[in-house]
C-alpha cells in the first residue's frame, strides 16, 4: 500500500505544484506588461493603464483559470473528489453546528467591520477590483477563493493528513499571496488591507469547518456567509462616508 499512497501523494503535490508556479506566471507577466505599458507616454496608453475593466477581466479569468484547472486536475486523477470534499452535503451530520457556527461568523464579521469602518471617512471603494461593488464581484471574488485552496487542500492532505493539510493550505495561500505585487502594494493601504486580513480570516474559519465536515460545500457555505455580511457592512458605510461629505444642494 505504501508505494500507491506514496504516488497518489506526489501526483497531488505536483498538482499543487503546477498550479502556484502557473498562477505565479500569470500574476507576474501581468505586472511586467502593466509596467511596461506605463513607460509609454501616450495618450493610448494612458487610457489603458486607467481601464476601469482590467480588474474585472482580471478576475473573471483567474476564476476561470482555477475551475478550470480544478477541473482537470480531478478528471485526470491527480486530486480526488472526496479529499477535496466533494461530496453530497449531509445536512444531518451538519444541522447542529453549521447554522449556528454560519450565523456566528456572518455576525463576527459585521460586527468587526463595523468597528473597523466606522472612524473612516471614506469615499473610495478599496474592495478587492471593487468586487464588493458589484453584483457578481463578491461572489465571483468569494468563489476563487475557496477554488483556490481547495486545490491546495487537495494537493496538501495525502501528504500531510486530514487535520494539517487543510491548515497548511490555508497558511500557502496566504504566503503565496504576498508574490503579487498588488497585493503587497494593497497592504501600504489601511483599508485596501483590511479586505486582506477579511481574507485571511475567513480562510481560517472556513479551513476549521472544512476540517470537522470534511466536505467542501460546507466550507464554502461558512466563507459565503462571513464575506456576504462584511460586504454588506462595507457597502453600507462607504454609502454613509460618501452621504455625509456630499455637498448639500442650495435652494
Not at 39 to 46: G, I, S
Not at 87 to 107: C, F, K, R, Y
Not at 149 to 171: D, E, F, K, Q, S
Amino acid at each position: 500500500m505504501m508505494p500507491a499512497l506514496s504516488g497518489v501523494a506526489m501526483r497531488a503535490l505536483l498538482a499543487g505544484v503546477v498550479y502556484l508556479l502557473a498562477w505565479l506566471a500569470a500574476v507576474l507577466l501581468a505586472d511586467a506588461a502593466g509596467q511596461r505599458l506605463a513607460l509609454r507616454d501616450t495618450p493610448r496608453a494612458q487610457r489603458a493603464l486607467t481601464w476601469r475593466g482590467w480588474g474585472y477581466l482580471a478576475r473573471i479569468l483567474g476564476l476561470a483559470f482555477t475551475l478550470g484547472y480544478l477541473y482537470l486536475a480531478l478528471t485526470h486523477n491527480y486530486l480526488e473528489p472526496f479529499t477535496i470534499g466533494l461530496v453530497p452535503l449531509n445536512w444531518q451530520e451538519v444541522s447542529d453546528w453549521l447554522p449556528a457556527v454560519a450565523g456566528i461568523s456572518s455576525l463576527w464579521a459585521a460586527l468587526l467591520w463595523g468597528l473597523y469602518w466606522a472612524p473612516y471617512q471614506h469615499r473610495e471603494d478599496h474592495s478587492p477590483w471593487q468586487a464588493y461593488g458589484t453584483p457578481l464581484g463578491l461572489p465571483a471574488h468569494v468563489l476563487n477563493l475557496e477554488m483556490q485552496v481547495t486545490i491546495l487542500r487537495g494537493a496538501l492532505i495525502p501528504l500531510l493528513g486530514a487535520y494539517w493539510g487543510p491548515w497548511a493550505a490555508c497558511l500557502v495561500r496566504a504566503l503565496v499571496s504576498l508574490v503579487n505585487p498588488a497585493i503587497r502594494m494593497r497592504l501600504g493601504n489601511s483599508q485596501a488591507r483590511a479586505f486582506l486580513m477579511l481574507d485571511l480570516a475567513v480562510d481560517i474559519v472556513a479551513t476549521g469547518c472544512f476540517i470537522v465536515s470534511g466536505n467542501l460545500w460546507v466550507s464554502l457555505l461558512v466563507r459565503t456567509a462571513a464575506h456576504f455580511s462584511a460586504g454588506a457592512v462595507h457597502r453600507l458605510m462607504l454609502w454613509k462616508s460618501r452621504r455625509s461629505v456630499s455637498p448639500t444642494p442650495t435652494g
